[in-house]
């Protein structure tokens, strides 16, 4: 059977959701509806790290479960694979070196300056040597582009050793370009695509969020494999306003 990893870098569309919602309830029962994966979101979710390890132990064996770390940092990184991510997504990298900043944050040595701990990941230690020998494989590496700058240096970013694939985030990328929230904007829609085209002459997965289907599917018939729609809390906020539109309705 062909893992997360393996159908990404074939650039299957791989559909998931945002859980910014500390709830490891809600994580297992979004784990369990047919998304391929979840972002979890560490960058605007309440989280603290005992909420993440918790949600990770509940979605584990039924969908793939990705990190965005608040920011490019080793501690968060660490924390958040040691309590066992399946890979983290970094925001806003602008540049070639601070994605191979995160790259080192992700590899143990040679490969990169990830230290070495027990903890869950490693089997609380029942599975220590066999998860250091995989994680350098396994450990999936996403960079967002998600500012303008980026869109300018994604030609050098995509080229970095150990990056998975890249992540285009459109609402901070149309606040960057003086648009915030204007996500249709035909300067973001250009320089999405400009992403776009630089990932595919690198041979380089793409992925993106919207808030809808009806967000993505331009960008999912273009060729984004790594795609994100909606976000928890939007899933419930629609859902419970249907629900009382509908009773209105039968109400008269």
């Known amino acids: 059977m062909e893992t997360f990893k393996e159908r990404?870098?074939?650039?299957?569309?791989?559909?998931?959701?945002?859980?910014?919602?500390?709830?490891?309830?809600?994580?297992e029962i979004l784990s369990r509806t047919?998304?391929?994966?979840?972002f979890i979101d560490g960058e605007h979710g309440n989280f603290e790290i005992g909420d993440l390890q918790r949600i990770l132990q509940v979605t584990d064996g039924a969908v793939m479960s990705l990190v965005r770390v608040p920011l490019n940092d080793e501690i968060w990184v660490k924390r958040a694979l040691d309590s066992g991510a399946a890979g983290i997504i970094v925001p806003q990298v602008k540049t070639a070196e601070?994605?191979?900043?995160a790259v080192s944050f992700c590899k143990y040595p040679p490969d990169g300056r990830r230290s070495v701990g027990i903890s869950r990941a490693h089997g609380y230690g029942m599975d220590f040597a066999g998860y250091i020998k995989r994680?350098?494989?396994?450990?999936?590496?996403?960079?967002?582009?998600?500012?303008?700058?980026?869109v300018r240096n994604a030609g050098t970013i995509v080229e970095v050793p150990g990056v998975d694939a890249v992540f285009v985030g459109p609402y901070d990328l149309s606040a960057s370009m003086g648009m915030a929230g204007d996500v249709e904007a035909t300067e973001v829609k250009e320089a999405i695509e400009k992403v776009y085209e630089v990932c595919m002459a690198a041979g380089k997965p793409a992925g993106i969020f919207g808030t809808s289907v009806k967000a993505v599917k331009p960008y999912v018939d273009m060729g984004f494999s790594?795609?994100?729609?909606?976000?928890?809390?939007?899933?419930f906020t629609g859902g419970v306003k249907k629900l009382v539109s509908e009773i209105q309705k039968?109400?008269?």
């Open 34 to 38: 047919g998304f391929d994966w979840l």
């Open 8 to 27: 990404l870098r074939k650039r299957e569309t791989l559909t998931g959701t945002m859980l910014s919602l500390p709830s490891s309830e809600i994580a």
């Open 226 to 235: 790594l795609v994100c729609i909606s976000i928890d809390n939007l899933i």
């Open 98 to 101: 601070e994605a191979e900043q």
């Open 250 to 252: 039968m109400q008269g």
């Open 135 to 150: 994680a350098n494989d396994d450990i999936l590496v996403v960079v967002q582009i998600e500012h303008i700058e980026a």
